[in-house]
């Protein structure tokens, strides 16, 4: 398999399968459980931590924002955290969708290409695109797919390792 800035578009298309996986299954469980949507969206692993929605927030609007603009198309506008729960797996429908969109030749030779971006205020950083997408955008991706995998079995959701894997190998 050949590795280029395109592949990361599959990569990103699993991810958002296993969150939407995820949220099944923690919708399922709070279900049994009596707990509303609402609150399942808002469990935290620990206090000072964002919410489950605002992990499956950063999941969706990384995964469709930051191949965009080093494709150097227009990036999709960001979804917001206080979605319910059939607009988040809407949202993910809609990302997966746009990744589809995304050809390997809007990628091709842009992997070196300078793209600055503001981070928060005082720090906006110029990286290679490439940069950006394998390390700043996969890094977040995963970390807050890991986080809400985390946040759901805190809450006592039966998952495992290959419920990361819904959409397969």
Known sequence: MTVNLHTFIGLYDHALV??????DKG???AAAQGVSERDMLN???IEDMNPLAFQVVVV???????PARVAGVAAPEGISADLDLAQLKDAIARARD???TLTPDQF???DGVPLTY???DGFEPTLPSGQWLANFATTNIHFHLITAYGILRAHGVQIGKAD?????L
């Open 164 to 168: 990361l894997f819904a959409g397969g």
């Open 18 to 23: 296993a969150t939407a996986h995820l949220l």
């Open 108 to 110: 091709e030779g842009r």
């Open 27 to 29: 919708m399922e469980h």
């Open 118 to 120: 503001k981070i928060i």
């Open 43 to 45: 469990w935290r692993l």
């Open 60 to 66: 969706v609007n990384f995964s469709r924002q930051w």
């Open 98 to 100: 746009f990744l589809a």
